[in-house]
């Protein structure tokens, strides 16, 4: 009965624990080190973050308490208002961080641009009190501000975090809950929310997936399965001409798919300036273009027995393996850039996996038959040459097959 009682104790701990831990992660339920008392408090939705407040209807001022957990004094972190719009630019922020010897930066930082490095500067409005604490993986930031310049009752709010230099902040991460950390609040009914930030983040979020859907459809499928169908299938006498059109068909779709999702990731690009993946968007305009050329290259296909068809098929090739090279390696770059699920990404990597063994395998099947064609060529020449010179001594060259077959007699 002891044992069983040590157990019942230490699982009553555990869920206590578990339970109190949980519970203190709601804002409605944090002490203050100071006793401060704040009237409102909101869970925001992402980074760890809680914002408490308390307005004053009379002096139109807002008491706030912005607590970051989970932290580390590696980073940095800041909560703005947006009094002219939702998002970053145009926000006013307070930012703070813990230096190197241990004591609190807190200051303020008006936002003009997407390449801001966040240089201490006066806001749109008043502020007061101005500080901030760290201890226990938790970062608070204290502060009192004056909305009487036309801030109005329901306010664009923004938070981020992003790493250190040193002492100097470096910008934060574009992708994840980073770009979702906007939203909300009205500071009189203290209601939060995150309608229209949310919904454009939202919007944003589906374009981008329908980006990396189409270009992962295209280039990262369907032109290595065109490619594997034109240099495998024509080994094949009875397919042809069934491959030519097959692969035509094929590249030509991946193409047209895959401008598509270009020109959306472009799209995307022209909206969000501040969001730069530079690697990512020069390897797909890069794709883009040397896809055209592939496509025009078509256009001016010459036929087999023309001179010059030799460097166009030297063209044709290069640019088609070009393409499917960048288009895998772009596609692994926008996952890491989406972020999406693992399954996603594993399910990609085994398409790309199974058809690159489905290639190695008919790569041996070609050669093989190839081999075994001019092995059989060869063995048919011999046996022309060798019969005809026996049975009517005048060897192959009353087959064209031998240069000097119209002479005999010892003459050659």
């Known amino acids: ?43 925001l939705p992402f980074l760890n973050s809680f914002l408490h407040y308390t307005y004053n209807p009379s002096s139109q001022t807002l ?6 957990t989970n932290f580390d004094s590696s980073k940095w972190t800041a909560w703005g208002i947006n009094p002219t719009s939702q998002g970053m630019v145009g926000s006013q922020a307070l930012v703070a961080f813990q230096q190197s010897d241990g004591s609190m930066r807190v200051y303020t930082s008006p936002i003009t641009g997407y390449t801001t490095q966040l240089a201490e500067g006066d806001l749109s409005f008043p502020v007061s009190d101005l500080s901030a604490t760290y201890s226990n993986n938790e970062i608070i930031i204290f502060a009192t501000l004056g909305l ?23 910008a934060h991460a574009t992708s994840g809950d980073n770009i979702k950390s906007v939203g909300t609040l009205n500071v009189v009914s203290r209601q939060s929310g995150s309608a229209g930030g949310a919904s454009g983040t939202s919007s944003k979020t589906k374009k981008r997936n329908i980006h990396g859907v189409l270009n992962a459809i295209s280039w990262g499928i369907m032109m290595p399965l065109g490619a594997i169908i034109a240099r495998y299938m024509r080994v094949f006498q009875s397919a042809d001409p069934a491959w030519f059109y097959l692969h035509v068909t094929c590249q030509t779709s991946a193409y047209i798919i895959g401008v598509a ?20 968007r020069v390897i797909g305009i890069i794709l883009f273009c040397v896809a055209t050329l592939q496509v025009i290259a078509l256009l001016v296909r010459p036929k087999k027995e023309h001179k010059h068809r030799i460097f166009w098929n030297i063209y044709h090739h290069s640019l ?53 064609r001019k092995k059989a060529a060869n063995a048919e020449k011999t046996t022309n040459g060798n019969g005809n010179a026996n049975a009517n001594g005048y060897g192959n060259g009353t087959n064209g097959h031998y240069p000097y077959g119209g002479r005999t007699n010892g003459r050659v």
């Open 148 to 170: 009487q310049n036309g801030t109005g009752s329901t306010i664009n709010q923004v938070w981020q975090e992003g790493q250190l230099s040193g002492n100097v902040v470096t």
């Open 261 to 280: 999702g270009w020109a959306t990731g472009i799209r995307l690009g022209s909206q969000s300036p501040g969001i730069q993946f530079t690697t990512h």
């Open 320 to 372: 088609g393996y070009t393409i499917i090279i960048l288009g895998i390696i772009n596609i692994f770059k926008g996952f890491g850039i989406l972020n999406p699920e693992k399954k996603w990404k594993r399910a990609y990597t085994g398409i790309i996996v199974i058809l690159a063994i489905v290639a190695a395998i008919l790569e041996v099947y070609t050669w093989f038959v190839v081999l075994k």
């Open 1 to 43: 009965m002891g044992l069983d009682q040590r157990v019942v104790s230490l699982c009553c701990t555990m869920v206590t624990t578990m339970f109190l831990t949980t519970y203190a992660q709601t804002c409605s339920n944090y002490v203050f080190a100071s006793n401060a008392v704040y009237s409102a408090c909101n869970d």
């Open 63 to 68: 008491s706030i308490a912005y607590r970051h």
